[in-house]
């Protein structure tokens, strides 16, 4: 969720900025050209919704999106932009980037999972200046915790002897499927002692939700080479990925069912399916928006 408040900052320079001299409708460019560079997890643009940019001064409500984008694709912490004076209601549309279900949310399901965020502060100063503050979802312990994991995997399961892409996938889909159990209690109330709505949960705790699934499985695939993004509709997420110029659609939550009594069957009925395939399976929960997700 994208907060939004209303507090004075100093002018320390963050990653890049513009300062407003002593005539209001002048900007000055301040570069730290140390902090500019991306970092490990940035992703090239795959939709067309949004555009990474160095546009920093916002005239449009897509400018702002752009930049919010950006910030997180390229891992930056914290960022500061303008709004122009033409454009009004800039705080307005910044503001309403605070509900859930708005497109913004789709923003953190095309960076790379460790870029993504938990929340996001926006804070407005004096002569249009916005500060933005990134909370990110996973820790550089998290990181290393499960980076660890994710080799060790790959390491015990020898996935890297086998040739076919296709076979390493499913290799790494079976195994979170044995080690994980679906976390009713974070899925119905939103709150558990795990963190199954992330890939400690799913990689560390054997507890896991669909973001949780998601999260894991696509570290997984950046570990062995593969293009992929996380898909979100209304109120569920699951995982793509580029294979010989085809996408694929994997979801590890319907693929690894609750079952009554306790079995674990792991199922193939989400593994590896086309967009077409998909949609033929005419389930609500996977119906994704198309002008986001516009090269699935």
């Known amino acids: 969720m994208v907060s939004f408040d209303t507090k004075l900052f100093n002018d320390s320079i963050y990653n890049i900025y513009y300062k407003l001299t002593n005539n209001d409708k002048e900007y000055k460019i301040i570069e730290n050209k140390d902090l500019l ?39 930056y912490e914290k960022l500061t932009f ?6 009004v209601n800039c705080l307005n549309d910044i503001s309403e980037l ?26 407005y100063t004096n002569n249009s200046r916005i500060e933005i503050k990134i909370n990110k979802k996973y820790s550089e312990e998290d990181i290393n915790r499960i980076d660890k994991k994710i080799n060790d995997v790959i390491n ?14 499913k290799i790494f889909h079976d195994y979170l499927a044995a080690y994980n159990s679906y976390d009713e209690d974070m899925a119905k109330n939103g709150k558990s002692e795990y963190h199954s709505d992330s890939a400690v949960g799913a990689l560390l705790e054997g507890k896991a939700i669909c973001s949780g699934y998601t999260d894991a499985l696509s570290l997984f695939l950046d570990k062995i080479g593969i293009e992929n993004v996380r898909v ?5 997420v699951w995982n793509a990925l580029k294979l010989n ?12 069912p609750i079952v009554i009594g306790g079995a674990n069957i792991i199922q193939y009925d989400y593994f590896m399916i086309t967009t077409k395939e998909l949609e033929n399976k005419n389930n609500d929960e996977h119906i994704f928006n198309k002008d986001i997700y516009n090269f699935l």
């Open 98 to 123: 605070n509900f859930e279900d708005s497109n913004f949310s789709y923003t953190n399901q095309l960076v790379n999972v460790y870029n993504s965020y938990s929340s996001i502060e926006s804070s």
């Open 37 to 75: 560079k991306a970092n490990k997890y940035y992703k090239e643009d795959l939709s067309n919704y949004v555009h990474n940019t160095d546009k920093l001064v916002a005239s449009n409500k897509q400018d702002l999106i752009n930049i919010y984008y950006s910030t997180l694709n390229n891992g």
């Open 82 to 87: 303008y709004c122009d004076d033409s454009y």
């Open 232 to 236: 979100a509709s209304n109120n569920h």
């Open 156 to 169: 015990s399961l020898n996935i890297n002897n086998y040739q076919n892409t296709r076979d390493k996938i």
């Open 245 to 256: 110029n085809t996408w694929y659609h994997i979801d590890m939550t319907w693929d690894d």
